[in-house]
């Protein structure tokens, strides 16, 4: 039996969980343009009449994310789970609101220094450095932010095109997936960049506890070798990942 089959037959007990930057939603230029594609918010919500768990987690804020998610159905984990919205309610992680100061002092040093054509996307408690429409010059990008980053006693974090500036010991996606996944009996994540894999390694840890797993990798022109090596599933871009979780409601 296929890990699909196997899955559609415990989504009464499973999590289904998922990014949103170039899974549920195309990659854009711009990140404050993206959205998500056709029937992924209504595949979502069909999922949610029948699995008990169905969320998103996603580097953006939990603010963006509820502006294309709001029924309070769906768990969302923002900011790698730094903010959560759990039954309707949001919250920060514990702890994290005294990294405010140093993200805002991050942000303006690396506005100030950052050359013509690469953001700062500010996210309150992180920030990302987007250079996509300058990729040559991702590598200085890279040792700049790492740079400004431990001045501020941050850590960085690379995605795609940009680079995560956020607070040390950030949960990652893996932590937010166990502690999702928790007392169901089946659980899958579908994801399509390098800052998937922890939520990869988090499927691994469950199946080694006997939950059945599918790890399912977002194919485009961009993805991370490591993440399609390890999938169980791999689709062609957000398009293919609505269309595999339509196939997660067939009889």
């Known amino acids: 039996m296929t890990p699909t089959r196997s899955l559609r037959g415990l989504l009464a007990s499973a999590a289904i969980l998922t990014d949103f930057d170039g899974t549920l939603a195309p990659i854009v230029a711009d990140p404050a343009a993206a959205v998500p594609g056709p029937g992924a918010v209504e595949v979502l919500l069909a999922l949610a009449e029948v699995a008990p768990v169905v969320g998103v987690i996603s580097g953006r804020p939990v603010e963006v994310l509820v502006r294309h998610l709001s029924d ?55 920030l990302t450095v987007h250079f996509r429409r300058r990729p040559e010059v991702g590598p200085a990008v890279a040792a700049l ?3 400004i980053a431990s001045a501020h006693g941050l850590m960085v974090r690379p995605a ?51 939950v059945l797993t599918v790890r399912v990798a977002v194919e485009s022109d961009e993805s991370t070798p490591e993440l399609l090596d390890r999938a169980d599933v791999v689709v062609p871009g957000s398009s293919g990942a609505v269309a595999w979780l339509r196939s997660l409601l067939a009889p």
Do not use: M, N
């Not at 919205?85 to 303006?108: F, I, K, M, N």
């Not at 932590?175 to 169901?184: H, I, Q, S, Y």
């Open 72 to 126: 309070e159905r769906l768990h969302l984990a923002g900011l790698y789970g730094l903010e959560r919205r759990e039954h309707g309610e949001v919250a920060d992680a514990p702890g994290s609101l005294r990294w405010l100061g140093p993200v805002a002092g991050a942000a303006a040093d690396l506005t100030a220094r950052l050359p013509d054509g690469v953001t700062v996307e500010p996210k309150r408690l992180s």
């Open 160 to 210: 795609r095109r940009s680079i995560e500036v956020h607070p040390p010991q950030t949960p990652d996606k893996g932590v937010v997936v166990e502690d999702l996944a928790l007392r169901c009996s089946a659980a899958c994540f579908l994801g399509d960049d390098v800052g998937d894999i922890p939520a990869f390694d988090a499927l691994d840890r469950l199946a080694r506890q006997g």
């Open 145 to 147: 932010a790492d740079e």
